[in-house]
């Protein structure tokens, strides 16, 4: 069973969503993925600098530590997804996290949708969590 | 230091120089040797070549070499690499050694000297047998040598040296010791470093050479022995390419070896030794990437390596000291220039260091179970007190075998390697390394990673036992993660810190950090904040806490007499804690209900508490201080006896407090300073008494980002049934100040007056101030005039007054401030004019400020209310009229220029502009210089009335003294006009308004001349006309004078003449005109000529004449038949 652990922040860097399978080690996870905030400021600053309209919003592999590899991802409105997996995982390649961050993308934006959600506030959509979970359980 | 073992060994780490050994100098004794060894080795700089010396005595004993194999067949290799191999070649086994010797060549005892040297160059090849060093000879000069060819005694000679000492001809040398030395040592080290160069070479080739006889199964060590070796010769030659090269095919060739528990370690040291030479080299060559693609590579061969299980924590320190090397490797090369980012640069190799050390530990702690004696003898003393080669075991060197010599011998060796872990400071390694990485993530903009690292740092005080230090970092970092409202990483660093707190049993952090952990920030279970709420009420009520669990139990009996000694201690039982730094399990927000108030009014403020925990708690006091502190008093709630205030979990209670502000206090603000909350438990006087203090009004860490999010919540109205019973507290916003202002007036101020103000007039505005007061008015009084904070200039200009009887002067002030006006009784009405003096034109804001006091009762309170009442009017001034004057002849013709003594008129002209009808009450002339020709000047417009668009007009006839023709232009006076509006009282004072006379030009004349006639003439009667001559000049004037002929006028008289006019007489001519028609008719005209003063001509005279004059028909005689007729 690999570690996977999906983390998305408001613009204000605080968590909106955090996942994790297994659930051991979570904490160690979160510093982690918190750290891995620095690189995702650093690389959305440096977007807005170039002013370049056709922004990727997939921010590729924020980087490598021993056991994880960081993915970053971030929307127009700033909010920012991290996907942490370990590094002895190989089976999944750029592309499939791609394509999942694309998929979290969607259901996020399905989520801002509903007018009695408050921007800001952490998700508790089950829709949500019903993605995120077959996605978890697809990958691990 | 324990962690030595792990250190890379100094000669590994250096860099590679040739060395060259210096023998037959006498540096301690022989000045001049002494020179030259400086000129060798002081101030060696970049440039210079990389040549390590070293003086030696010239019998020194090298290391011997050992007999040269011949055969391999039989040898079986117990090692890779010796551990003294590297330190020979750097500083043992020279590449060249250098004789000094000092011989001139014309030495008297030449012989002697020659044999003497070629001993001792015998001595020095006797110590080296069987080394390829190389051996040269210096001779120390005094003089200095001739040009080469020259002197053909030294050419012999030098032969003759060479072929007794077995030297080739270029590796002898002459320093001759003059003013050049440096230039000389600089010439001599670069032959020296070409020796050395070719020394290296031909050892490498040596090492080559050995490779055909060695086989893969018996000589595997071998193979990377001698690659290490090449690659580390290459180096001394300075080849590092070829070093590199080498160090590759080592590093591949130490992978291949088989590798068991026994030899594990070797090859692991090894393999990290030609690892940190190749990224070493990479790095040297510019090329990062090859470098750190190398290390990644080394740590993913070697990561699985962990060798003997019992030992695995060696394995944890071995992974270690290669990531912190490899960190300072690339740290060093950063300071040489090279370029790193966020996401590679050195933090991360030390961070990940310290996390293998950080495994070292715990794996240290497991396997190194304490209890056990040190083993007797000690298994890890070698006879030697080193080891033979790298990284192999002290009790059983050269073993090369798969299974160990001797079990027993191998468990007592690792039980001595365990025991000896034990006393490694597995924590200062630790904090050591992650301050490093601090250090680096701070460089690279990584503000969380260090904050990351800074609470793995403030862990590790904790577990060495250094409390006050851990809770410096943690709670440095805990802000950053209270900003960034990463809640779970939050309660973890808390739950570390409490723990830091009561083992060190200071009270204010461990309350502080309770009251945290309690808060809705904590992501602690319900259970777990119960028990921390208890300890909590524990500490309050002066008792020890429970040990929090996680403690060891020799610390946790250390922190319970700790506490209880400070529980001993009294007067320490007050703490004030400040909230807003927190998110504290108790929520305060205080308001006033109104952003502003009336004096007359009650304020009213609202503290709202709520509490976070799992249990009630109850207080003793709440306390708000405000701005001015004579409030406070008021705001203040106080548990009487046994009913203590008390707060349920999750329930806001709201306080409210009113008071009456003072009357000095209007226009300021009241602001809420700060609220205490005083937390006392029922414990009687042993309890500790906690005072919470909100800065202004409450709100803490968390609370404004809550707010936003509440402000944009949709739930709002969606709740809004469940709101009216219960506050939404998130909603709640704060007030903190309110301002007080003051009784709203009742009464009625109003204003009437005629705008436009004209220019200077005493522009009135009548005031009517009556009262809608229900007692009286008191000390009423009036502001009135320019309202401050208008245009600069206006203050010079405008005069306010309320003496309208005369016009005011100008000191008179812009603004009349607090004109008393009496009492005013309910009802009564005051009436007061105010006059407005404004010099100057443009719009005025005039200000009528009315203030009274007034007894008036607030709650029981009697206070005296300063009300007021402005009201502002703005009045525009124009100009009343404009005046208009002009100069002309008495023929009415405009002047240009006046002449001297000569009548002429000024016409004045009033045009009024004003929309009021004006009344001029007189006018005068002021005049200078010019006097009036008429005896008295009398004002032709006295009580004429002009309407708007109306014009009047005056015309005085003046004359220009003779005596005054001094100047050329000269002033004639002012003109003054005195008027008033003319529906204005007629006893308001007159306005004299002023214009000043424009200057005229004088000039003077010559001659002059003007006629006497009558003002008309009749058809046929006789016209007599005089014309007077006068000469104005000093000298007699000559003039000629011919009439011409007209057709209107028949005449009698001189038709030509000649005379003489005297100076300042007059001559005169009588005609007799006779006209012939009737109407305007031209006189026959006068030609005059002067032929002693051309300058005046006949036109410029004759301008005094008239030139026509009005002819009447005939008369009748008053005949009625003829009108009959008619």
Not at chain 2, 315 to 341: C, N, P, R, V, Y
Not at chain 2, 410 to 417: H, N, R, T, V
């Amino acid at each position: 069973m690999f570690h996977i652990c999906l983390l998305m922040f408001s613009p204000q860097n605080y968590p909106l969503y955090i996942r994790s399978v297994p659930c051991q080690n979570e904490l160690k996870f979160h510093y982690t993925v918190h750290t891995s905030l620095d690189v995702v400021e650093e690389k959305v600053s440096a977007v807005g600098k170039s002013l370049a309209d056709q922004r990727e919003l997939y921010l590729g592999l924020l980087y490598p530590t021993e056991d994880y590899k960081v993915y970053g991802y971030v929307t127009n409105s700033k909010v920012k997804f991290v996907i942490v997996v370990d590094s002895s995982n190989t089976s999944l390649r750029d592309n499939e996290i791609r394509s999942m961050f694309r998929k979290l993308h969607n259901s996020f934006t399905d989520v801002m949708c509903n007018s009695f959600y408050n921007p800001g506030d952490p998700i508790q959509s089950k829709a949500f969590n019903g993605i995120v979970c077959g996605m978890m359980v697809q990958t691990g | 230091m324990a962690g030595s073992q792990w250190e890379l060994p100094p000669e590994l780490c250096c860099r590679p120089m040739a060395f060259v050994a210096l023998t037959g100098l006498d540096v301690v004794y022989n000045a001049v040797h002494r020179a030259i060894w400086d000129a060798f080795c002081a101030n060696r700089r970049a440039d210079r070549v990389p040549i390590s010396f070293k003086v030696l005595p010239g019998d020194h004993e090298y290391p011997k070499c050992r007999t040269k194999r011949t055969s391999y067949e039989w040898y079986i290799p117990k090692g890779i690499v010796k551990t003294g191999w590297m330190n020979k070649h750097l500083n043992l086994v020279p590449a060249l050694v250098v004789l000094f010797y000092e011989l001139d060549w014309d030495d008297p005892q030449w012989k002697e000297k020659q044999s003497e040297c070629a001993t001792k160059v015998e001595i020095v090849r006797t110590s080296l047998q069987g080394r390829n060093t190389k051996v040269a000879v210096v001779l120390i000069q005094k003089k200095t040598p001739l040009p080469p060819g020259e002197d053909l005694v030294a050419s012999e000679r030098a032969s003759a040296l060479c072929s007794s000492c077995d030297l080739s001809g270029k590796s002898l040398f002459v320093l001759p010791h003059t003013d050049h030395l440096v230039g000389y040592i600089i010439r001599l080290e670069n032959a020296f470093y070409e020796h050395a160069q070719t020394y290296y070479y031909t050892e490498i080739r040596r090492v080559k050479s050995h490779k055909e006889f060695l086989n893969k199964t018996t000589h595997q060590l071998l193979f990377v022995r001698h690659q290490f070796k090449m690659a580390f010769l290459s180096e001394l030659k300075q080849d590092t390419q070829n070093a590199l090269k080498y160090y590759r095919a080592a590093y591949s060739l130490v992978h291949e070896l088989r590798a068991h528990e026994t030899n594990m370690l070797e090859i692991k040291t090894m393999a990290g030794f030609i690892n940190y030479k190749i990224c070493r080299l990479c790095f040297q060559h510019n090329t990062p990437l090859d470098a750190i693609a190398q290390f990644r590579k080394h740590i993913d061969l070697c990561k699985k390596k962990i060798g003997c299980a019992e030992l695995a924590f060696e394995h944890s320190a071995w992974m270690s000291k290669q990531f912190q090397s490899f960190g300072e490797l690339f740290d060093e090369a950063i300071k040489l220039g090279l370029t790193a980012i966020q996401t590679q640069n050195p933090g991360f190799y030390y961070q990940q260091a310290a996390c293998y050390s950080q495994d070292r530990k715990q794996m240290a702690q497991q396997l190194c179970q304490a209890g056990t004696t040190y083993p007797s003898p000690d298994p890890l003393d070698t006879q030697s007190g080193g080891l033979d080669f790298y990284g192999q075991r002290p009790w059983r060197q050269g073993h090369q075998s798969i299974d160990p010599t001797d079990p027993e011998k191998e468990k007592l060796g690792i039980l001595a390697l365990q025991i000896k872990e034990r006393d490694v400071p597995h924590s200062e390694l630790i904090i050591a390394l992650l301050s490093n990485a601090v250090a680096q993530f701070k460089k690279y903009k990584c503000p969380r990673m260090k904050s990351h690292l800074m609470v793995q740092m403030g862990e590790e005080y904790y577990h060495a036992k250094d409390y006050t230090k851990a809770l410096k970092l943690l709670d440095y970092v805990m802000c950053d993660y209270r900003t960034e409202r990463w809640w779970p990483l939050l309660t973890a660093i808390l739950t570390t810190a409490l723990h830091c707190a009561y083992l060190m049993a200071s009270v204010k952090d461990y309350v502080i950090y309770c009251m945290e952990l309690l808060g809705r920030a904590s992501t602690l279970k319900e259970e777990q904040k119960s028990r921390i709420e208890k300890n909590l009420f524990k500490v309050l009520m002066n008792d020890i806490p429970e040990a929090e669990s996680e403690c060891d139990q020799s610390s946790v009996g250390a922190a319970r007499s700790l506490w209880t000694d400070r529980m001993a201690l009294s007067g320490s039982n007050e703490l004030t804690v400040e909230m807003q730094d927190y998110i504290p399990f108790i929520q305060c927000k205080a308001r006033f209900q109104s952003p502003s108030f009336h004096v007359d009014q009650p304020i009213q403020l609202q503290v709202f508490l709520r509490a976070d925990c799992p249990h009630p708690v109850s207080f003793s006091k709440l306390t708000v201080s405000l701005s001015n502190q004579e409030y406070n008093q008021w705001c203040v709630v106080e548990s009487s006896g046994q009913d203590s205030m008390t707060l349920l979990p999750g329930k806001p209670r709201c306080y409210n407090f009113s008071f009456v502000a003072k009357t000095e206090d209007v226009g300021k603000k009241v602001e809420v300073s700060r609220c205490l909350y005083v937390c006392m438990m029922l414990g009687g006087d042993s309890g500790r008494c906690v005072f919470l203090s909100w800065r202004g009004a409450g709100g803490d860490a968390a609370s404004t980002q809550e707010a936003l999010q509440a402000s944009r919540s949709s739930r709002r109205w969606g709740r809004g049934n469940e709101a009216r019973q219960e506050l939404d507290w998130d909603t709640l916003t704060l007030q903190h100040s309110t301002m007080i202002i003051s009784r709203v007036p009742r009464i009625c101020v109003r204003l009437s007056h005629q705008p436009p103000a004209l220019t200077n007039e005493m522009f009135c505005i009548s005031l009517t101030v009556q009262s809608q007061e229900d007692v009286v008015a008191k000390d009423v009084k009036l502001t009135a005039g320019l309202k401050p904070g208008q245009e600069a200039g206006l203050g010079q200009t405008t005069h306010v007054t309320l003496d309208g009887s005369s016009v005011c002067d100008d000191n008179a002030p812009a603004l009349l401030t607090d004109v008393p006006l009496g009492d005013l009784t309910p009802g009564e009405k005051l009436e007061k004019c105010v006059y407005m003096k404004c010099v100057s034109t443009g719009p005025r804001i005039f200000l009528f400020h009315v203030a009274y006091s007034i007894d008036t009762a607030v709650e029981g309170r009697h206070i005296v209310c300063n009300c007021h009442k402005d009201e502002t009017v703005t009045v525009e001034t124009v100009v009343p009229f404009e005046v208009s004057v002009k100069f002309v002849s008495t023929k009415f013709e405009p002047l240009e220029q006046v002449a001297v003594d000569i009548p002429f008129l000024l016409m004045t002209d009033i045009l009024s502009s004003s929309p009021w009808p004006l009344l001029l009450s007189s006018s005068s002339l002021q005049l200078l210089t010019v006097t009036s020709s008429t005896p008295q000047l009398q004002s032709q417009l006295q009580q004429v009335v002009l309407q708007t668009g109306e014009s009047a007009s005056e015309c005085f006839c003046l004359r220009c003294p003779a005596d005054t023709s001094s100047s050329n232009t000269v002033a004639t006076g002012q003109y003054v006009v005195s008027w008033r509006r003319y529906c204005s009282n007629a006893d308001s004072p007159l306005i004299q308004t002023t214009v000043t006379l424009p200057h005229v030009i004088l000039e003077s004349v010559p001659l002059y001349i003007y006629a006497d006639l009558p003002s008309f003439g009749r058809v046929r009667d006789s016209l007599p006309v005089r014309y007077h001559i006068e000469n104005r000049t000093a000298q007699v004037q000559e003039v000629e004078i011919a009439v011409d002929p007209s057709d209107a006028f028949m005449f009698s008289g001189l038709k030509q003449v000649r005379l003489r006019v005297l100076p300042s007489t007059e001559q005169q001519m009588l005609y007799n005109y006779y006209p012939l028609m009737a109407g305007y008719q031209t006189l026959p005209q006068l030609n005059i000529s002067l032929p002693r003063c051309p300058t005046s001509s006949s036109p410029a005279l004759r301008r005094f004449l008239p030139q026509r004059i009005f002819v009447k028909p005939q008369g009748r005689q008053p005949d009625d038949a003829s009108i009959a007729a008619a």
